[in-house]
């Protein structure tokens, strides 16, 4: 018998699960047509882009993704027809093409959910009344309803990627920081028995792909995969 791989092992490891307890805010954008002020911009464990706290003039404190620029003592709108400002959050179908824009909702009414490491943004290219094309951070374009909305602005945040990590000690920090684990080794690199990639004869004639129905002592590499490698043009 082997022994259990890395894969297997993650799951009933303590080092493997994400520190929740440490988690300092929950964004989302909030119901209805609303001003508010930025009183604290500060850094979360469980996102890479700095978030703000706004208390609203109705009362309530939320926190939402900072854009880059952004301060505190700024006011910014949510409505369907905000002007085009730093901060504001309103509709697609109201925002102009080429205007940076993060935080976008996958479906109205939902919340944030796309766009939102630091330094990152995309931009609509096409509009019509039914569907807004939107360019991503990954070069590719996706549609959305024009009902769904946005941020004005770009992540707040930006270059966290360019700065050197300098020692393995930094790469380690960051891991388990976000609850993964480090170093993480390659399958290629191990013996036969720790892996399934494992053993230096058989590289070659090794798939990375496997079934969906797969045991997990061998769901490694590509699962369920209809395609593997870059698309062409790509």
């Known amino acids: 018998m082997g022994k259990r791989i890395e894969a297997q092992r993650k799951g009933s490891s303590p080092k493997a ?18 001003k508010g002020k930025v009183i604290d911009l ?5 996102k890479t882009s700095v ?8 009362g309530k404190e939320t926190y939402q993704i900072a854009p880059e620029g952004i301060k505190v003592g700024d006011t910014i709108a949510q409505s369907e027809e905000s002007e085009i400002e730093l901060g504001n959050i309103t509709k697609l179908g109201n925002i ?10 996958t479906t109205p009414s939902t919340g944030g959910k ?23 951070p990954s070069k590719r374009t996706k549609e959305f309803n024009p ?3 946005a941020t004005i602005g770009i992540t707040a945040g930006g270059g966290r ?15 388990k920081s976000r609850g993964r684990l480090f170093p993480k080794v390659r399958g290629v690199a191990m013996n036969p028995v720790s892996h399934p990639h494992g053993g230096s004869q058989h590289h070659a004639g ?13 769901k490694v590499g590509h699962v369920s995969a209809k395609r593997t490698g870059k698309k062409e043009g790509k």
């Not at 978030?51 to 109705?58: I, L």
């Open 17 to 34: 699960r994400a520190p929740s307890h440490r988690f300092k805010s929950k964004t989302g954008y909030k119901t209805g047509e609303d």
């Open 42 to 46: 500060f850094k979360d464990p469980s």
């Open 51 to 58: 978030v703000m706290k706004v208390e609203w003039e109705d």
């Open 96 to 105: 102009p093409e080429g205007i940076p824009i993060f935080n976008i909702e």
């Open 114 to 136: 796309m766009i939102r490491s630091s330094g990152t943004f995309g931009y609509i290219t096409k509009k019509t009344s039914k569907k807004i094309e939107v360019k991503l």
């Open 147 to 149: 009902n769904c909305r």
């Open 161 to 175: 990627t360019k700065r050197p990590i300098l020692k393995a000690g930094h790469s380690f920090k960051r891991a």
């Open 206 to 218: 090794q798939p990375t792909t496997v079934k969906r129905s797969t045991p997990p002592g061998r």
